[in-house]
């Protein structure tokens, strides 16, 4: 399962729903400071200072290009 955590009007945030769609991934959206607050955002990526953040099956993997990257 495929986590992506991101913001409304992030080019990189739909690009990686697009990815998945298209290759008919499960993945679950959560929208920071709607479905989760910004500070369980950065407890769960501390290191992170954009989004989307990307957890694949349990593992922080990064953003979208690392998606791509994990993926392919």
Not at 4 to 33: E, H, N, S
């Amino acid at each position: 399962m495929i986590e992506i955590y991101g913001q409304k009007d992030c080019k990189f945030c739909r690009d990686a729903k697009v990815f998945c769609r298209m290759r008919k991934l499960p993945y679950k959206y959560y929208t920071v400071r709607e479905d989760i607050t910004i500070e369980e955002f950065k407890e769960l990526f501390p290191q992170a200072r954009t989004v989307p953040q990307i957890v694949v099956d349990g593992k922080h993997i990064g953003g979208y290009t690392e998606l791509e990257h994990y993926i392919l």
